[in-house]
């Protein structure tokens, strides 16, 4: 099984060439100034350039037309219209002598008795199994707790392996390395010496050339 960690390092679209096990020039201050200041100056040149793959718009509650007119008056920043609550009350009609006025308030009563029972035997459910409901829901909200921190333990580990493992190989490199820039450092000045050597015989060697037409005239 491979780690989220690895795949994360498969998937980068750049190569890390930092060793910051071995390269210490960072930690003189005036280094890490001139650093800071190429990368400003780099950072400037570079075109910002949109990395999420997400979409910049998303339509939301495409199905569902009550939610997508009030995502659309939130978007709008419009206020919330007060809930009509006068089918709620209990009035008698205006007319006394109306009977469909009256056989309407008599329908509203008995929607609002039927509502205030289902309310009552809703209470009831609650009390009987409100808390045991909430005991399971508290249960199963911990067992998420501990599933999401025994992941992030998880994470933690892997990262403190692979930097464990990355200060290991750079440290064993390290004298490889110094070796090498030795090395370089010692080809670069017999380069020079060399490049110094043939300037003089180049120049010794136009010497005698003039001479030599000198002494032929």
């Known amino acids: 099984m491979v780690s989220s960690s690895t795949k994360a390092l498969n998937t980068s679209d750049m190569e890390v060439d930092a060793l910051p096990y071995v390269d210490k020039e960072i930690d003189d201050p005036d280094m890490k100034t001139a650093v800071d200041r190429l990368i400003e100056q780099e950072m400037r040149r570079m075109k910002r350039k949109e990395r999420s793959d997400l979409p910049l718009k998303v339509d939301l509650f495409e ?96 990262i403190r392996t692979i930097n464990r493992q990355r200060k290991e190989d750079q440290t064993e490199a390290a004298s490889t390395l110094q070796s090498l820039e030795n090395k370089w450092s010692d080809l670069v000045t017999q380069n020079l010496q060399v490049e110094i050597a043939c300037a003089a015989l180049e120049s010794e060697v136009e010497e005698l050339r003039r001479y030599r037409q000198q002494a032929n005239k």
Not at 131 to 137: G, K, T
Not at 142 to 158: F, G, H, S, V
């Open 63 to 158: 199905k569902n037309e009550v939610l997508a007119q009030e995502w659309a008056r939130v978007g709008k920043k419009q206020p919330l219209e007060a809930m009509d609550i006068s089918r709620y009350e209990l009035k008698g009609p205006d007319d006394e002598d109306d009977v469909d006025a009256w056989k309407e308030a008599v329908n509203n009563t008995k929607a609002q008795l039927e509502s205030q029972a289902g309310s009552m035997f809703n209470l009831e459910l609650l009390q009987k199994y409100g808390a045991n409901a909430w005991r399971v829901h508290n249960y199963q909200l911990e067992a998420y707790l501990k599933q999401i921190q025994n992941e992030t333990e998880l994470y933690r580990n892997e």
